[in-house]
């Protein structure tokens, strides 16, 4: 296969043998809906000077000195696009995002092919072999590539599996945020865990506000503070309303006092009013950690009624695991089960399926003893109550999790859902 660091440094001749120049980058382009980029231009340097020559120009790129089919004289330089890649100064050792693989890792070479009379970037070499083969030791590299690699760790990633990420330029995504978006924001995270502080920002810059909000909730917020330090302020309280607001509370605990404060008047009031709530209370506390969003009905209704309530609100919570009966003075009653909702009869009342015996925890009990309560009675969240014994929110399973083991514990767990 030809690779592009085989090009660099060859001599260019036009049509009568005349040296031209030095090859020093080849140009490629997105065409069309073609996910591999086609190559467009060389860029040739004599004496200091630098110029582009179409590729339409060039007879032959393999070849100990690469011909052109015309006389000097006669070629039309080519003029660059501000979207043009420059494939060694822009992708050559710059670390790419394979999203198949879900992996950051470095591009060691590149492959090109041809298709009809046209050439095509076609896969990102991240082996060993490519390397030693930019050393120009090439049969030593074609002995090491020829050797049989371990399961699951592919010497070459195909370009429509890679996104490109450079320190240098600009954030460039092929079709921008799409395919990264795709991905499950916990392997968004990881990713993110493998970059440099700048090329996460960058990355970040390419998501939508729910997509963005989604992947800061599963980074710790130390390592969320210095991701959204170049994000706009305006940008910034769009994304804090999408995330949870514990999730956003804690976000900005870690942001200096004044930005906070100023992004919490950014934010939709009714947000804002919860997260405030939150940012009260001490950091130890369960009520640190509580999701003020939560289900609950008032104790009047009957299954069928609950169900409509659900069918219209649900996708407005984190999570419905349970659901909670509160009185007029919003005191917590009772709790029922999305099971026990729907083995029920459409009339039943609510009263009739709660469960009135309710495990709870303070506001201000610690998170260790809020995790040990989740763990006793095995639940997937547990109710907060405040000193009146009203309803303030809920502590998830997950979050309470996330607070007493190590993330690197964590990060060897299994993972149960995508």
């Given at each position: 296969m030809p690779y592009i660091s085989q090009l660099i440094g060859r001599i260019v001749t036009d049509l009568d043998g005349e040296h031209i120049g030095t090859l020093i980058d080849i140009l490629a382009a997105q065409r069309g809906h073609i996910p591999h980029p086609q190559i467009v231009a060389i860029e040739v340097k004599r004496r200091g000077e630098?110029?582009?020559?179409p590729i339409s120009d060039v007879a032959a790129l393999v070849a100990p000195a690469i011909p052109l089919n015309k006389r000097q004289k006669d070629v039309a330089a080519y003029q660059p696009n501000p979207d043009d890649l420059y494939l060694v100064r822009d992708v050559l050792d710059k670390q790419i995002i394979d999203t198949n693989g879900l992996r950051v890792v470095r591009v060691n070479d590149l492959e090109y092919t041809r298709v009809d009379e046209n050439l095509y970037?076609?896969?990102?070499?991240?082996s060993g072999a490519g390397l030693i083969r930019r050393l120009g030791m090439e049969s030593f590299a074609r002995r090491i590539s020829s050797r049989s690699r371990p399961a699951g760790l592919p010497g070459t990633i195909s370009w429509d599996n890679v996104e490109l990420i450079s320190s240098d330029q600009p954030l460039r995504l092929k079709v921008p945020g799409e395919r990264?978006?795709?991905l499950h924001p916990a392997d968004l995270a990881e990713i993110l865990s493998?970059?440099?502080?700048q090329d996460g920002a960058k990355l970040l810059e390419s998501l939508d506000d729910e997509a963005l909000a989604d992947a800061l909730e599963e980074v710790e917020p130390d390592f969320q503070a210095s991701l959204v330090e170049?994000?706009?302020?305006?940008?910034?309280?769009?994304?804090l309303e999408e995330m949870e607001p514990d999730e956003a509370a804690d976000l900005l605990a870690e942001l200096p006092e004044e930005r906070s404060q100023e992004l919490l008047k950014l934010m939709d009031q009714e947000e804002a009013e919860d997260v405030i709530k939150l940012l009260g209370y001490p950091e130890d506390s369960a009520g640190g950690i509580m999701n003020s969003d939560y289900f609950a009905v008032p104790v009047g209704l009957t299954a069928e009624q609950v169900v409509g309530?659900?069918?219209?609100?649900?996708?407005e919570f984190e999570t419905v695991f349970y659901i909670y009966v509160l009185s007029p003075e919003n005191q917590l009653v009772g709790v029922f089960s999305l099971?026990?909702?729907?083995?029920?009869?459409?009339?039943?009342?609510?009263?009739?399926?709660m469960e009135d015996r309710v495990v709870t925890i303070n506001s201000y009990d610690s998170q260790e003893d809020c995790a040990q309560a989740i763990a006793k009675y095995n639940l997937l969240?547990?109710?907060?109550?405040?000193e009146q014994e009203r309803m303030v929110g809920i502590v998830t399973a997950d979050d309470a999790l996330d607070k007493i083991i190590p993330t690197a514990w964590k990060k060897r767990l299994p993972r149960f859902y995508r």
């Open positions: 630098k110029f582009y020559i970037l076609s896969n990102v070499d991240i990264m978006s795709e493998d970059l440099s502080r170049q994000i706009p302020d305006e940008r910034l309280a769009d994304v309530m659900l069918r219209q609100t649900a996708e099971r026990q909702l729907i083995l029920a009869q459409p009339g039943t009342p609510v009263a009739e399926i969240a547990i109710p907060v109550i405040d």
